[in-house]
């Protein structure tokens, strides 16, 4: 069974520094392409980032763009989500994703979420 595990959210001031990791087990998703989305309070789920396994395609949300960071690591079955100055507007739980269908269209797996929280 296909099980995504996140880790690394928490509080942080504005201008901080945040490293998610997200751990893939049950299956190889070696093939499909992984990502995050976030959903802050009160609003919808949204892109954050995608990298593909293959090229290592990378693509990111506008909002993020400058400030956070998708990897992977050489395994294919962890990967991360560095969060660079931080804004308020970035608290959301953060979801891992795999199986995503095009550049920020999400795929059938989900991760539990992480909280992350900006304070001004």
């Known amino acids: 069974q296909a099980q995504l595990v996140e880790s690394g959210g928490g509080l942080v001031q504005a201008g901080g520094s945040l490293n998610l990791s997200c751990v893939a087990s049950g299956r190889t998703f070696s093939r499909h392409p992984m990502g995050w989305f976030r959903q802050p309070p009160g609003k919808e789920r949204e892109f954050v980032a995608r990298?593909?396994?293959?090229?290592?395609?990378?693509n990111y949300a506008d909002s993020v763009k400058g400030r956070f960071t998708i990897s992977r690591d050489n395994t294919k079955t962890t990967i991360y989500l560095q969060m660079n100055n931080l804004k308020p507007e970035d608290t959301a739980v953060y979801y891992c994703n795999a199986g995503l269908t095009g550049p920020d269209k999400p795929g059938e797996y989900w991760g539990q979420g992480t909280q992350v929280t900006v304070s001004s």
């Open positions: 990298i593909t396994w293959e090229s290592g395609r990378i």
